[in-house]
C-alpha cells in the first residue's frame, strides 16, 4: 500500500447508485461480474491521477489525493469509465487537513467528505467550497446545503455536466441538526428503519424523556434519501385547539393550497410530534391523508399519555448501554439521565387515533397495517 498523503489532503468517496436493486435485476452472477468491472475502472482511473487507495468498503471506495484538481480529474475519468456499463455511482470531494490514525483517516473532514458523496446522484460529482477553491476550477454552484450530522450548511458544487435532482440533503427538510450522536438505540433504530420501508404508519410510545423524538429525529434523517418531496417535522406540543393541527402541518409544508392537493402525487415523510392531545383532529388528518397520493406517510407518536398495567405486561425495550456507550452519554450529554421504570402502555386514544389515519382498505384486500413500537 502506498503512503498516505498528509497535511492538507483531498478525499473521494464513491458509493453505488441503486446497488440493491441492481443485483435483483443482474442476478447475482452478473452483479458480482460488474463490480469487479468497476473496482478495475475506478482504480484505474484514480491511481492515474495519484490517488492512494485508503479503504474499500462493499460497493464504496474511499480514496485521498494530494492535489484536489487531480482529484477533480480522477473523479471525472471514473465516470467517463463507467458510463457505458450497468453500475453508476455518486462520488464526492472534499479538501481538509488530515489527520491520520492507525491505517487510515480520522477527524471531522472526513466525514464530511462522506456526507457530500451520499448527497449525491449516480454519474454526479459533487464538490465542496474547500476542494473548488483549492482546485481553482469553474464549477457549477449547487447553493449552500444542509448535510446530515453536519452543524453548517455546506456550498456545493458540481463538477461535469449533466443534469441531477436537487442533493439529497435536509433543504427538503426542516429537522434540527442534532449537536451530540445518537447512542445506545441501534436496535430501535433499525427495528423502526425497517418498519418504515414497509408500512404508512408508524407511532413510537413510551415514558417522557425516554428518547422518543430523538430517535425519532434520527430515523427521519436517515430516511431523506427515499423521501425526494421532503421530511418534515410538525412539532404539535403548544397547541391546544386541533382545529389549528392542519394548518400547522400546511404552514411547515408551505402549502399555498389545501393541503390534501399540496400533498397530492408527493411522496412525503411526515413526523407529527405529540399528535395524541389532539386526538380530535384525527378525522381532518385522515381525510387530507387518504385524498393525498402520498406513497407513505410516517406519524410518529411521540407524547407521554401512559399507564401503568398489570405487571405481566410490563416490557422494557430499551438496549444495554456498553461502558463505552456511557462514557459517550457523560462526555456529549452530561449527566446521565434517569433510568425509568419499564411500563406497558395502554393507549386507547392513540389507538383509535390510528385506525381513523389507516388508509382506506385496498381493493379486495386488507387495510394495511398499524405497528407500534414500544420502547
Known sequence: MAELPTGTVTFLFTDIEGSTRLLHELGPERYAQALAEHRRALRE???????????????????????????????????????????????GVHTGEARLAGEGYVGMEVHKGARIAAAGHGGQVLVSEATRIASGREL??????????LSAPEPLWQRGGGEFPPPASLNQSNLPIQRS?????????????????KERIITLVGPGGSGKTRLALQLAAEALEDFPHGVWWVPLQALRDPELVLPTIASTLGAQRELAEHLAGKRILLLL????????????????????????????????????????????????????????????????????????????????????????????????PVRRLTR
Do not use: C, M, Y
Open 181 to 197: 450522536p445518537l447512542v445506545g438505540r441501534e436496535r430501535e433504530l433499525a427495528e423502526a428503519g425497517a418498519l418504515l420501508g
Open 140 to 149: 457549477r454552484s449547487l447553493g449552500p446545503h444542509r448535510l446530515k450530522d
Open 45 to 91: 482511473a484514480f491511481a492515474a491521477q495519484g490517488g492512494v487507495e485508503v479503504d474499500t468498503q462493499g460497493d464504496a471506495f474511499f480514496f485521498a489525493f494530494e492535489e484536489a484538481s487531480a482529484a477533480l480529474r480522477a473523479a471525472e475519468q471514473g465516470q467517463r469509465a463507467l458510463s457505458a456499463g450497468p453500475i453508476r455511482v455518486r462520488i
Open 273 to 368: 410530534d405529540n399528535l395524541e392531545q389532539l386526538v380530535e383532529s384525527a378525522a381532518a388528518l385522515a381525510g387530507a391523508h387518504r385524498h393525498s397520493h402520498i406513497q407513505r406517510a410516517w406519524s410518529g407518536q411521540l407524547g407521554r399519555h401512559h399507564h401503568r398495567a398489570p405487571q405481566d405486561h410490563r416490557r422494557d425495550r430499551r438496549p444495554r448501554r456498553t461502558s463505552r456507550d456511557d462514557r459517550r452519554l457523560r462526555s456529549d450529554r452530561g449527566p446521565r439521565p434517569a433510568v425509568h421504570r419499564p411500563l406497558q402502555l395502554r393507549q386507547r386514544k392513540v389507538t383509535k387515533l390510528l385506525r381513523r389515519l389507516q388508509p382506506p382498505r385496498r381493493a379486495g384486500g386488507s387495510t394495511l
